[in-house]
């Protein structure tokens, strides 16, 4: 059972485009919403993340949107660059034992730039 | 500086030898969390500790076993590596166990 479902799996966008990646939940439970993106060869890097109580956040390029009522967020990159290449995991955190905080990812949107 | 460091980056066993990976923080973080991630999925957590604390997924395999001996490492065991287990092993650090998380580099675990 897919908790986190991302598309596209993979994106191609002009150099100076806007990078839209999408993702839907079911669990109403989630409370913490990550994106994390990842280069070949790396571990995956906290990017950006939002918590349900606010529709939207922006850092630098990067944007969340989240429409609690639907479920549904997504990540915007304005002004891709070719360094944006990379692939993108948007992730949703639910209460797993003791309380930890459990990642279930989304399966991950390969993106690439074109210059 | 990197401040999740997993040691080896690429490790080849023959299929059923043991295999022990590492992974050392310098973030003083209670929380370590073991990940696989096959190539072009999403990582799979595996376990974590929280403290001395061991939590167990319940669909990992009891062939995955970890070990931390002190706040800085955490290592995770194969027991009789399978073909299947060919994978991205990826450790990540939360200063407790509703903050984010950061990953190291992760090692790449082949079968020979």
């Known amino acids: 059972q897919q908790q986190v479902k991302q598309s596209p799996q993979s994106l191609i966008v002009q150099k100076g485009g806007i990078s839209i990646i999408n993702c839907a939940y079911e669990?109403?439970?989630?409370?913490?919403f990550p994106w994390y993106q990842q280069f070949p060869g790396k571990g995956p890097a906290l990017l950006i993340a939002?918590?349900?109580?606010?529709s939207e956040k922006k850092e630098g390029r990067f944007t969340i949107s989240f429409n609690k009522s639907a479920k549904q967020f997504s990540l915007h990159i304005m002004d891709s660059q070719p360094g944006d290449s990379a692939t993108y995991f948007c992730?949703?955190?639910?209460?797993?034992?003791?309380?930890?905080?459990?990642?279930?990812f989304g399966q991950g949107t390969r993106l690439t730039i074109n210059p | 500086d990197a401040m999740v460091i997993q040691n080896p980056r690429y490790q080849v066993t023959q299929f059923g030898k043991p295999v022990t990976l590492s992974c050392s923080q310098t973030l003083n973080h209670n929380v370590m969390y073991w990940y696989q991630q096959k190539s072009s999925q999403a990582p799979k957590l595996l376990f974590h500790y929280y403290d001395k604390d061991f939590n167990n997924e319940a669909d990992t395999p009891d062939n995955f076993q970890s070990r931390r001996p002190n706040t800085s490492f955490c290592f995770l065991d194969i027991r009789s590596p399978g073909l299947g287990d060919a994978a991205m092993y990826l450790c990540?650090?939360?200063?407790?166990?509703?903050?984010?998380?950061?990953f190291g580099d992760g090692t790449r675990l082949s079968i020979l």
């Open positions: 990540a650090t939360s200063r407790d166990l509703k903050q984010p998380q950061h």
């Open positions: 992730a949703a955190k639910e209460r797993g034992i003791q309380g930890a905080q459990k990642l279930v």
């Open positions: 669990n109403t439970a989630f409370d913490y």
């Open positions: 939002i918590r349900p109580d606010v």
